[in-house]
């Protein structure tokens, strides 16, 4: 039996080069990951946390950084105490170039059966990724509400 895990495949207007800048920039992130920013120096064994609002919600460490092709990190949660007794999880974005596209591939997994943290995860994902796309594409984000990566997902 597979273990629980997230993947998803979108197909975005724009070159490798700028798709990794936006993974790895908090001058990106802040714009489509509702204000979030990532910190590390993307270098493989080296600290990444996201922050929102000056707090860690998430920490972890690079397994693997090789722009503009992949990106993978460990993923602890910490703001909600639901969360926090998940186990910790892994997320590998994939960059391939599809003609004049670029294919992006998100992995998360090591997910425990029946935990809480898949469900929030995704449904944050699709909200940060669509808003990604769109910022890419049209140099707008969607107006997607912060509240879409709580969704389903009682956070107090």
């Known amino acids: 039996m597979s273990k629980p895990q997230f993947v998803y495949v979108s197909y975005i207007e724009t070159t490798p080069e700028k798709l ?14 509702f204000g979030a920013e990532v910190e590390s120096d993307w270098k493989v064994g080296s600290p990444f946390a996201l922050l929102l609002d000056g707090e860690v919600t998430d920490s972890g460490e690079i397994l693997e950084a090789d722009p503009p092709r992949r990106l993978s990190y460990s993923f602890k949660h910490h703001k909600f105490e639901e969360l926090r007794g998940e186990p910790i999880s892994r997320v590998v974005f994939t960059i391939e170039p599809f003609g004049p596209l670029v294919r992006l591939t998100v992995l998360h997994d090591g997910f425990v059966e029946g935990g ?16 990604l ?24």
Not at 20 to 33: D, I, K, N, P, V
């Open 133 to 156: 796309k769109s910022l890419l594409e049209t140099g707008k984000l969607l107006g997607i509400p912060r509240a879409a990566l709580n969704k389903g997902f009682d956070a107090k």
């Open 116 to 131: 809480k943290y898949l469900g929030a995860v995704s449904n944050g994902w699709p909200a940060i990724l669509s808003q």
């Open 20 to 33: 990794w800048e936006a993974l790895t920039s908090s001058a990106f992130t802040r714009q489509y990951w």
